[in-house]
Nanobody
Framework: QVQLVESGGGLVQAGDSLRLSCAAS????????MAWFRQAPGEEREFVGG?????????YVDSVKGRFTISRDNPKKVLMDLQMNSLKPEDTAVYYC??????????WGQGTQVTVSS
């Protein structure tokens, strides 16, 4: 069964760091591009950053560039991390892991809460 499971959320203070992880099950996930999205209360879900299936290319929304870094570890198992530094209160949201591939279904994790206090 295809499954994405996020971990690592929590409550931190502004300026702190936090690392989220997304573990993917399923034998073909190493061929999927992966991404992080987030959704704050009352807001639409937004793209945070993504990484190609090989890990060779990444992209970020402007608001997190220079603060967030995405990485993935395919050889061991499909595991994607989001290193978040210099966190701001506006980063508070539920963070979702996403896996997608052309002509294949898109998969979502259940989400993990990140709360940044000022």
């Amino acid at each position: 069964q295809v499954q994405l499971v996020e971990s690592g959320g929590g409550l931190v203070q502004a300026g702190d760091s936090l690392r989220l992880s997304c573990a993917a099950s399923g034998r073909f996930f190493m061929l999927y591009a992966m991404a992080w999205f987030r959704q704050a209360p009352g807001e639409e879900r937004e793209f945070v950053g993504g990484i190609t299936w090989s890990g060779g290319n990444t992209a970020y929304v402007d608001s997190v560039k220079g603060r967030f870094t995405i990485s993935r570890d395919n050889p061991k198992k499909v595991l994607m991390d989001l290193q978040m530094n210099s966190l701001k209160p506006e980063d508070t949201a539920v963070y979702y892991c996403n896996a997608h591939r052309y002509k294949s279904p898109t998969y979502w994790g259940q989400g993990t809460q990140v709360t940044v206090s000022s």
